[in-house]
């Protein structure tokens, strides 16, 4: 059986493959134009690297009236979410605040900082999770530069000393000597 498009369908269609940013998406609608230009399912899927049946079920939703609307991926369904909520809720006002109030030495926020004063909150998050919230919410934060100028004239010394502690340091926190 022939697949006919209307002229109105097809403009309709490769706009929603020129615009898509899903590949499965995009080989949807590559996969209706094809089988359109005369193309069999074999070709197709053999082309777009997939198997035939793909091809037969996106042709038949978007026949039975599910156009490019059938195409599109629909939201996955499964158990809402109950932390990132609660997270997105907690994550700007914790940001208003000084991490020193929360008993943090630092002066400035970092993710594993704001993981942790959301676990004292009662909402257990990763630092992934905490990461993608702060970038959802439009929330910048800097990475603490970790250089300190001093005109100290024993400073260089100083620096040695810290850096050789540094190194030994999980030694001696094994040893139960910290």
């Known amino acids: 059986m022939k697949f006919k498009l209307t002229r109105k369908e097809r403009r309709h269609l490769e706009r929603f493959i020129r615009e898509t940013k899903d590949k499965l998406e995009y080989a949807r609608g590559t ?19 997939i198997c035939e049946g793909a091809v037969f079920k996106w042709e038949r939703v978007y026949r039975k009236g599910g156009g490019v609307d059938g195409l599109s ?12 909520p609660a997270a997105r809720k907690l994550i700007p006002e914790l940001m208003k605040n000084d991490p020193q109030t929360y008993g943090y ?41 970790l250089d300190v100028k001093s005109d100290d004239p024993s400073y260089a010394r ?21």
């Open 31 to 49: 996969a209706i134009l094809m089988r359109w230009r005369g193309k069999k399912v074999k070709d197709v899927a053999k082309e777009l690297n």
């Open 105 to 145: 030495l630092k002066g400035r926020w970092v993710i594993r900082d704001i993981s942790r004063a959301l676990k004292e909150e009662g909402v257990e998050i990763s630092t992934t999770q905490v990461h993608g919230l702060l970038g959802e919410l439009g929330l910048s934060y800097k990475r603490p530069k």
């Open 73 to 84: 991926r629909k939201k996955a369904s499964g158990r809402p979410a109950y932390k990132r």
């Open 158 to 178: 100083k620096a040695r000393e810290v850096r050789h502690y540094k190194q030994i340091a999980p030694a001696l926190q094994k040893r139960g000597s910290l």
